[in-house]
């Protein structure tokens, strides 16, 4: 007779780690000022969202901005990123400027992907942004080539390849990871595991909920970290990049994180409960940073006004300037589909 | 008569047929909990339960072969996939599986299965969100596929779709759901492959179907201003396609326009323009003209889509140049 196995397994390697690393006051000064620009851009997109001045889909990033903010402080600037659809904090992050991805959202010409992309699909080269994907699942094994063309000229530079906890449940991530480890590609793998994907909770989706093992069939080094605090994420990215860069190939981290909005602009997120909600913002990063800075004497009040006044002028000036940017014409639906110049359409 | 939403239509036909056979379940993304993506299924899962509304993870590859697996052995399917973007990811099981099954077993597993959704774009969606399949699955023989137009057709026709003996694909849309329509109250079954002719006219015959036939009724409409005559026909199956009532209409009409939403190279209307030049050449007093799509990913723009669709006034135009009227 076989032995029972427990379903859910449990690795000494997957408890939730507390930070360890002592963070400069700049690194904190920096983490709050980009969270909020996030929050802050975001909420008025949601409002301009109301006024339909944005259409489509719009997903908000607004509870799990800790993510993007730990990443980008445990990585270099010559790393590579690409995630789904929910991609604005990701971009305004990563230094495009905000007006340009509110013109993305605007559907205007002098938007980061020229109008072409909207919400979803953000993108920027100078910024190593490889962009915003609308295929549930579709960026994870682009996240791996993209890695795959570092390693293959010797570069050491790191993908981080974010998607969701619905993603995980896609064949393309099973595939991919597979092939990541076989090859040893310099990937960093996150699951923004915000419990649901759309109205599903992670517990529907699987007999095996604990999302951190998913990477263990194929020895993936697998981590579950606190997405709720820059710091926890920022070691976790660090030690996988540290790993990619020596040649040790890619790493899967279970981030725990929450979306306090609902999946997108049209879902009134009925499969959840207000208290759920409240419990995760009374954890909400932005809140909780702000309150390691004055207890480290870091700043003082004066200068959160500062920042918030600061960001209220870049938001305001982000929205003015997609106002005031045109539309693309009608005729460049036929300029960016080859980069063979003379491409012959067919038109009647 | 009642008149009732596309999407209620649907969920008659569904609810009704599983009623009538057990073998029928539904499965897809937000089916259950969540009463469907765009509330299809709305109220089914109380109706019938988790064993026959099934929530599946995202997915896409797995459950539509599990459905297929499923027909091989005697269930009747219905998948939901949220929108045709996302049967992309499950092609292989459609194309591999479903529609080659019956031929590879020399006849013994017929796949009595539907998957249906929407299809097209819907606005500014973008560029992943936005295409229209109507063509790439018609291209493929051992499915059938079905698109139909109004609430009263939808439901006829899905109710024969899920009592087809093999794979249909049924094709609805996100900016269809809410139109609504007369719909009976009594049972009744719309066959598979005809066409409907929605308007007679005598001057010129436009061919169109799914959401597209708006803009064909619309301008069939404004050109009877004008005293222009058009024929409107509704393919609603776009595999197969019913060729004779295309043929006889162009027969008394002598003209032919076909409007589609669908990028132009290998398009039902290219389809249906090479039949029609070869069974009905000599009744043609004009070139046959296509509205399609731009040829190209819709991008996000209102700009673009304002570009890229057919409307009235693109079908106007090419109305007018079969009669020769500037
Ligand atoms: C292949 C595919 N199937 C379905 C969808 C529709 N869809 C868009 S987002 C989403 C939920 C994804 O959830 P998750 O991966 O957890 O990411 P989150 O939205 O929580 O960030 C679904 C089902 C899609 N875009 N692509
Ligand atoms: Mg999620």
């Not at chain 1, 909780?288 to 209220?312: G, M, R």
């Not at chain 2, 072969?65 to 939901?80: F, Q, S, Y």
């Amino acid at each position: 007779m076989l032995c029972a196995v427990p379903n859910f397994v449990s690795f000494a390697t997957l408890f939730i780690k507390m930070a360890k690393t002592k963070f400069t006051k700049e690194t904190y000064l920096n983490w709050y000022e980009q969270m909020l620009l996030m929050r802050r851009f975001e909420e008025k997109a949601a409002q301009l969202y109301g006024q339909q001045k944005i259409k489509g889909f719009c997903h908000l990033y607004i509870g799990q901005e800790a993510v993007v903010a730990g990443t980008l402080s445990a990585t270099r600037k010559d790393d590579r990123h690409i995630t789904a659809y929910r991609d604005h904090a990701h971009a305004i992050a990563l230094g495009i400027p905000s007006r340009e991805v509110m013109a993305e959202l605007y559907g205007k010409v002098t938007g980061c992907s020229k109008g072409k992309g909207g919400s979803m699909h953000m993108f920027s080269k100078e910024h190593n942004f490889f962009g915003g994907h609308g295929i549930v699942g579709g960026q994870i094994p682009l996240g791996a080539g993209i890695a795959l063309a570092d390693q293959y000229r010797g570069g050491d530079q790191v993908t981080i390849c974010s998607f969701g906890d619905g993603a995980a449940r896609q064949g393309a991530l099973h595939e991919t990871f597979n092939m990541a480890m076989l090859w040893k590609l310099p990937v960093i793998f996150i699951c923004e595991n915000n419990g649901y994907a759309m109205g599903t909770s992670v517990e529907r989706t699987t007999n095996a909920p604990d999302m951190s093992i998913i990477g263990k069939g194929y020895d993936m080094p697998s981590f579950v970290v606190d997405g709720m605090h820059p710091e926890t994420v920022h070691e976790a990215i660090a030690e996988a990049a540290e790993r990619a860069r020596k040649g040790e190939g890619p790493t899967y981290l279970d981030v725990r994180t929450y979306r306090y909005r609902g999946h997108s602009m049209s879902d009134p997120a009925k499969y959840r409960t207000k208290e759920e909600v409240e419990e995760y913002k009374k954890k909400d990063p932005i809140e909780v940073v702000k309150a390691t800075i004055l207890k480290q004497k870091f700043a003082a009040e004066a200068w959160f006004d500062e920042v918030e006044a600061k960001i209220e002028g870049i938001v305001a000036e982000a929205v003015e300037f997609s106002e005031n940017s045109p539309y693309p014409d009608g005729s460049e639906l036929y300029t960016d589909v080859y980069a063979e110049p003379n491409y012959p359409y067919i038109t009647e | 008569m009642r008149v009732i939403q596309f999407r209620e239509a649907l969920r008659e036909a569904m609810t009704e047929e599983m009623k009538r056979d057990e073998q029928i379940f539904l499965m897809g993304e937000e089916v259950a909990e969540y009463n469907g993506a765009y509330k299809v299924s709305q109220g089914m899962l109380d109706e019938f339960g988790p064993k026959r509304i099934i929530d599946t993870p995202i997915a896409e590859l797995g459950f539509a072969g599990i459905a297929v697996g499923a027909a091989m052995n005697g269930l009747r399917p219905i998948v939901e996939f949220m929108t045709f973007n996302f049967s992309l990811v499950a092609i292989d099981q459609v194309i591999n599986a479903a529609a080659k099954m019956y031929q590879m077993s020399g006849g013994q597993f017929n796949i009595p299965m539907v998957f249906r959704g929407p299809t097209g774009s819907a606005g500014q969606l973008g560029a992943q969100h936005s295409q229209a399949f109507e063509n790439w699955y018609a291209n493929c023989p051992g499915l059938k596929v079905v698109v139909p137009s109004n609430p009263a057709d939808a439901k006829g026709l899905l109710k024969s779709a899920i009592r087809d003996n093999d794979p249909v694909i049924f094709m609805e849309s996100e900016q269809m759901y809410g139109d609504k329509g007369e719909v009976p109250e009594e049972e009744y079954l719309i066959p598979i492959g005809k066409a409907a002719v929605k308007r007679e006219g005598t001057d010129v015959t436009i061919v169109s179907f799914g959401k597209i036939m708006k803009v064909a009724l619309a301008t069939a409409e404004a050109l009877a201003a004008e005293g222009i005559s058009c024929e409107v026909i509704d393919l609603m199956t776009v595999r197969p396609i019913d060729y004779d009532t295309i043929i006889q209409s162009v027969q008394k009409t002598n003209r032919l326009v076909i409007v589609e939403e669908a990028w132009p190279l290998a398009s039902i209307s290219t389809e249906i323009s090479y039949m029609v030049q070869k069974k009905a050449f000599d009744y043609l007093d004009a070139p046959i003209h296509r509205i399609c799509t731009a040829d190209a990913p819709l991008g996000y723009a209102p700009t673009f889509v304002q570009e890229f669709l057919p409307n009235v006034e693109r079908t106007t135009k090419a109305i007018k140049a079969v009669l020769y009227k500037a």
